[in-house]
């Protein structure tokens, strides 16, 4: 008895401690300063939501739960439409389940004035065919489409070239796994997927000494074993 009682609050001391840390990440996530980490903390907050939910399932704790702030509204400012996607990113990778529709229509439900305005037709082409839309069926049927279609009318029109700038100016501040996490990233929506392309990035961008250490234990065939190697 004593031992299950021990684990109980054991799993409850870990539990409170995940959801510590969730709530740091989604402060840093609130702060318009830290856009670069972004994905990163969207990565770990999942991680560590599908932490709780596996210990909760563990220990037959079905009370706690991880309580991710909502997303603020989004009225079409372009400056703000990374930062809104991100807040909904991060709320709807704690709901499991979700189908893609559902995750179009909560992002919607946020959408205000020039926004809600566009998206509703997209609403509405949900509504009347009651679940079977016909000309935005490919909107609806895909949270990553509806993103891409979002950041067409709403997203910085030179987003491109603000990504290429992001890249050239992208240093290793912290640990090589970070770096190549944030550069991985980059390169993704810039759809760079040449290794001699991505290792020279990578290694113009490492610290000096870990650069020294890189070099001297190559050369690399693949942009992976470079990174492995860092």
Request: charged letters at 30%.
């Amino acid at each position: 008895m004593s031992t299950a009682s021990g684990h109980t609050t054991n799993s409850n001391h870990i539990l409170a401690q995940l959801k510590q840390q969730i709530d740091a990440l989604e402060k840093k996530v609130n702060d318009q300063d830290c856009e670069d980490d972004i994905e990163q903390c969207e990565t770990q907050i999942k991680g560590m939501s599908d932490e709780i939910r596996a210990l909760k399932a563990r220990t037959g704790d079905t009370r706690a739960s991880v309580k991710i702030r909502t997303p603020d509204t989004f009225k079409g400012e372009r400056h703000k439409l990374e930062h809104f996607l991100s807040e909904c990113d991060i709320y709807l990778a704690t709901k499991a389940g979700l189908t893609e529709v559902e995750k179009v229509i909560f992002t919607g439900s946020y959408l205000r004035d020039t926004a809600a305005t566009w998206f509703k037709p997209i609403l509405e082409d949900w509504i009347n065919t009651q679940g079977r839309p016909k000309v935005y069926a490919e909107v609806l049927g895909s949270y990553p489409n509806f993103k891409t279609v979002i950041r067409q009318f709403f997203g910085d029109t030179d987003r491109k070239r603000t990504l290429e700038r992001k890249l050239a100016s992208l240093r290793q501040t912290r640990d090589a796994a970070q770096f190549a996490a944030q550069l991985q990233q980059l390169c993704q929506e810039l759809e760079i997927h040449d290794d001699d392309r991505k290792m020279a990035i990578f290694e113009q961008g490492l610290k000096p000494e870990t650069q020294y250490e890189t070099i001297k234990m190559g050369p690399y065939t693949n942009y992976s074993k470079m990174v492995e190697m860092a």
